[in-house]
């Protein structure tokens, strides 16, 4: 009798500690999650000018679904703790609702990423032309050129018909005058006492470290809540399964503390008591006592020690 309780307890015990340990992950999973969803939505806002708004909305939903998640596995643990069935399968209904969130915000960050190259194109040029008549476009175009060392969309002569001072200047007819954000330390050609203009700007142009950098990031959402998200499936079942072992050992525990004390009872009257018919070692209740020989039926009911 020692050894199986012995057994039942050790058996508690794994299933917490187990409970507690897949907790503890999905909380490092989630401040994972808020990293790189605040990493991407500062890259995302530093090149706002070129990127949809909507855009936007894949690395804030990343940055939601960690502090969800936080949330939710600090649930867990306390439902391990306390060893309640009750907060242990609501752990594992919430992270079901994680999980659609995270499949929510993988989709919409695949759907993103087919939608960059056409997206870069018509916010690229779109800037250019804008370039000379807004001054939050055109810090926004001297950021992008000054940061990624590069210039135009495709190749510096992009710039020959944005660029004011290419229909002003008298210069060679390969050369194209271009904003200085393109030049980075290279030297300048002085027109005059209160301007310069570059003259040996970047050769490669913006488009192509743009949608890399865009492209990367789409795909490390999508990769990242979609590998997650399956992790987290896996953490559901687990949860149900052991709420589902609680409640077995719970059960099994509550009915050899009730025959330890029929057992105690039988001791202190010095005498042979069986069970009663209404209890879990019985196993049914007789509903009615009818006299011997007549029709009435008995009726099986099952009775089992409550589980909290």
């Known amino acids: 009798m020692a050894n199986r309780e012995l057994q039942l307890n050790s058996g508690m015990r794994c299933a917490k500690y187990m409970l ?18 605040t990493t991407i939505q500062t890259i995302f806002g530093d ?20 502090f969800i998640l936080i ?15 009750m907060v ?25 990423q087919s939608q960059v190259k056409g997206m870069l194109i018509r ?6 032309s804008e370039y000379n008549n807004d001054p939050y476009v055109k810090a926004g175009v001297d950021l992008m050129q000054s940061e990624l060392k590069c210039c135009g969309v495709y190749q510096p002569e992009d710039w020959k018909d944005y660029y004011p001072p290419n229909k002003n200047l008298t210069l060679p007819a390969d050369d194209v005058v271009v904003p200085n954000s393109c030049c980075g330390e290279a030297p300048k050609y002085e027109i005059d006492a209160t301007e310069a203009i570059c003259l040996q ?6 488009f192509n470290k743009m949608d890399f950098i865009i492209s990367q990031s789409s795909m490390l959402i999508a990769t990242g809540a979609t590998t997650v998200a399956f992790v987290q499936l896996l953490g559901v079942l687990c949860a149900f399964m052991l709420a589902k072992t609680l409640r077995r050992n719970k ?11 029929q057992s105690l009872g039988v001791l202190i009257s010095g005498g042979k008591m069986a069970p009663p018919q209404n209890s879990a070692v019985t196993g049914y209740q007789q509903l ?6 007549s029709q009435e039926p008995y009726h099986y009911t099952p009775q089992s020690p409550s589980v909290n």
């Not at 090149?47 to 960690?66: C, E, K, R, T, Y």
């Not at 009615?288 to 020989?293: D, I, K, S």
Request: charged share 10%.
């Open 251 to 261: 059960s099994i525990r509550e009915a050899r503390r009730w025959q330890l004390q």
């Open 47 to 66: 090149f706002s000018l070129f990127i949809d708004g909507h855009f936007s909305s894949p690395p804030a939903l990343l940055i939601a679904i960690g």
């Open 71 to 85: 949330a939710v596995a600090t649930l867990g643990a306390y439902g391990a703790v306390k060893e309640s069935v």
């Open 201 to 206: 700007p970047s050769i490669s142009g913006c």
């Open 20 to 37: 507690i340990i897949v907790s503890f992950m999905f909380a490092l999973t989630a401040i994972l999650l808020i990293m790189v969803g």
């Open 288 to 293: 009615g006592n009818g006299e011997q020989g």
């Open 123 to 128: 916010t690229m040029y779109q800037a250019m």
């Open 88 to 112: 242990i399968n609501l752990y594992g209904v919430c992270l079901f609702l994680v999980f659609i969130l995270e499949v929510s915000a993988a989709i919409a960050a695949f759907v993103m």
